[in-house]
């Protein structure tokens, strides 16, 4: 029970973008195509769970026993930094494929916020580590969610005739708000 | 006049929210008053100018290909010490603003202004181009959280303009922050165009 208040308040009331604000740069900048959402959700949903792990077990085991906790701020952010370096690495090695749909939005994801802004909500929320992860898990679905929602919505966008002043960013920020709204609807779920 | 150039230019022309389109994630997340934002404001601003000096003394001593991890250790430092201090001397604006602080260090403006700017030029100039961006942050800021909370709320930093009965509570929620910043660049961009 605990798990699925968990997973529904991530993913559907406090979506991480719509109402959390974090991850809005990718939220924007690559949401003008379907495929491309699809991709940037799926590289992000992999470096965010795993970020979430190590910098859980760090914080638990390391900055917490040796006192350390106010460094954590830059070691969370050195740590997805070299995460992300590394995952670029093997897939690189492990899975061309993959490599080739995912690569380039690797580096990207490194000033995301929503990486780490679910890693320090994570500790702040005081979960243990299965709690931790399927919070992380569940933010990335919700991140993918409304990305790919979003590059719906533009992909109509481009073809309707939009107010000369409103074209571009205005236009792509007014509609996330009214996506907001809708996801306002699920606000007493959990 | 080449330095007030300098300074003037992230209030309208290189203003970092309405032009550049750059850091939205506190942007749209802290501005639900005039007051959270001109903290926000300013937080990053120190930030910026501290990290623009360091940057701009140190840049001859660091390795190309480290360039960026290096830049990040430096903004994360200041980080820390910002959050350090409101924690201790603003504890009630501090909780307010909450994740969006640690959040800093990953603000695309910071970084941006670090590589962009910072690493080519000389200390001076870097610290006047870190308080021009940051203060045109901050007016940004301030002028979206004041939109938001005189709409919303019905005051202006905690000062009440008119009764809560005709208030509407949408503009100070999530989908009110993306509609009125919306309106706000259509409007600036209008303004820049004439």
Not at chain 1, 146 to 159: C, D, P, S, Y
Not at chain 2, 73 to 82: R, S
């Amino acid at each position: 029970m605990n798990y699925l208040i968990i997973i529904i308040g991530a993913i559907l009331v406090n979506n991480i973008v719509l109402m959390q604000f974090l991850g809005i740069c990718p939220f924007l900048g690559v949401s003008k195509k379907i495929s491309t959402a699809i991709g940037m959700g799926g590289a992000v949903a992999f470096v965010l769970v795993l970020a979430t792990i190590v910098t859980y077990l760090i914080q638990n085991y390391i900055l917490n026993t040796l006192g350390l906790a106010y460094l954590q701020t830059i070691v969370f952010i050195l740590i997805i930094a070299a995460l992300v370096q590394m995952v670029e690495i093997i897939l690189k090695k492990v899975s061309p494929p993959m490599y080739q749909a995912l690569g380039i939005f690797l580096p990207l994801i490194t000033t995301n916020c929503a990486i780490l802004g679910v890693a320090l909500l994570t500790i702040q929320k005081e979960f243990n580590l299965v709690e931790g992860v399927v919070f992380a898990i569940s933010n990335a679905i919700g991140f993918a969610l409304a990305l790919v929602i979003f590059a719906g919505i533009r992909e109509h966008l481009e073809t309707q005739n939009v107010p000369k002043g409103l074209q571009g960013t205005p236009i792509a920020l007014i509609a996330a708000g009214i996506l907001a709204m809708a996801f306002m609807g699920f606000s007493g779920l959990v | 006049m080449n330095q007030w150039k300098n300074f003037t230019k992230g209030f309208i022309k290189e203003n970092p929210i309405f032009v550049l389109v750059l850091g939205m994630c506190p942007t749209l997340g802290v501005t639900s008053s005039a007051m959270n934002g001109l903290g926000m404001g300013l937080a990053t601003t120190f930030v910026l100018v501290m990290a623009n000096i360091v940057i701009s003394m140190v840049k001859s001593f660091i390795p190309e290909k480290v360039r960026i991890p290096s830049f990040i250790v430096i903004i994360a430092a200041f980080v820390t010490v910002v959050q350090l201090m409101m924690q201790a001397y603003v504890p009630a604006l501090y909780k307010s603003l909450g994740l969006f602080i640690p959040l800093i260090v990953v603000n695309c403006i910071v970084l941006g202004r670090a590589e962009a700017f910072a690493s080519k030029n000389r200390v001076l100039s870097s610290a006047i181009d870190g308080l021009s961006i940051g203060l045109g942050f901050s007016f940004a800021l301030v002028l979206l959280g004041g939109i938001r909370e005189i709409l919303g709320s019905g005051k202006i930093f905690d000062i009440a303009l008119y009764s809560e009965n005709y208030v509407s509570l949408i503009f100070v929620l999530a989908p009110g922050a993306f509609i009125v910043l919306g309106y706000l660049i259509a409007f600036i961009n209008q303004i820049r165009k004439s």
